[in-house]
């Protein structure tokens, strides 16, 4: 069975730049979710989507942050315009439960290091 | 709100030696709870988790972790550190009105010296 996939693998851009970030799930998991991990943090969740409908952006920077998940499948970050402090990598993580649902394995992909200068 | 601590962000041991790793979790409701393993430029696998069942939870890699609700504990522990080991381990905790989504504490690295 294929893992979650995630492009780029890494990224570096200058401040004010645009970039974006995509994401295939495992066949079949209706939800998808993106993390922001700042080093020496653990991930905080930006998005949930459970098939291609939002279920929780309580946590994602609406101003420059925006991420879709069209036809349900695979799923697209992107920031604009970025800042020194968006420097993180971001994972991509998806699970066969529904949203609602406790105790489902997140699995996650090997992510995207994303450096701001 | 829900929340996870976890006790040192830095652990060494001795290879051959007992692995514990602490992880205290904030919450209202009866939580969902993870521990995860990540290698150097990988995403997190899963070690083991916990839902509502048997309180000794064994996972892979001969890892086992503890719930206690009394102490409102997950802690991790391993009776035998392999070189393999070394990586960051993250304790996850999900519940109540999150929608399944986890809250994860800061990390713990893992050195194992031989």
């Known amino acids: 069975e294929a893992g979650v996939a995630q492009s780029p693998r890494y990224k570096i851009i200058e401040k004010r730049q645009s970039v974006a970030f995509w994401c295939n799930p495992i066949?079949?998991?209706?939800?998808l979710y993106w993390y922001q991990q700042i080093l020496g943090q653990g991930p905080k969740l930006l998005i949930q989507f459970q098939n291609n409908g939002v279920v929780d952006d309580s946590q994602l920077p609406k101003d420059r942050f925006s991420a879709e998940r069209l036809k349900g499948v695979d799923s697209t970050l992107k920031i604009q315009p970025a800042k020194l402090e968006d420097s993180a990598v971001y994972l991509c993580a998806s699970s066969l439960g529904l949203a609602g649902g406790f105790g489902y394995e997140q699995f996650f992909g090997p992510g995207t290091r994303l450096t701001v200068l | 709100a829900q929340s996870v601590t976890q006790l040192g962000s830095h652990v060494s041991v001795s290879e051959g030696a007992l692995v514990l790793l602490r992880c205290n979790y904030s919450s209202s409701v009866p939580p969902y709870l993870f521990w995860y393993v990540q290698y150097p430029n990988q995403g997190l696998q899963l070690l083991l988790k916990?839902?509502?069942?048997?309180?000794l939870v064994k996972g892979i890699n001969g890892f086992e972790a503890e719930f206690k609700k009394s102490e409102t504990s997950f802690h991790l522990t391993k009776p035998s550190a392999h070189m393999s080991d070394a990586a960051e381990y993250f304790c996850a905790v999900n519940g109540g009105t999150s929608y399944g989504k986890l809250t994860f504490g800061q990390g713990t690295i893992l050195t194992v010296h031989p």
């Open positions: 066949s079949g998991h209706a939800t």
């Open positions: 916990y839902t509502s069942a048997a309180t």
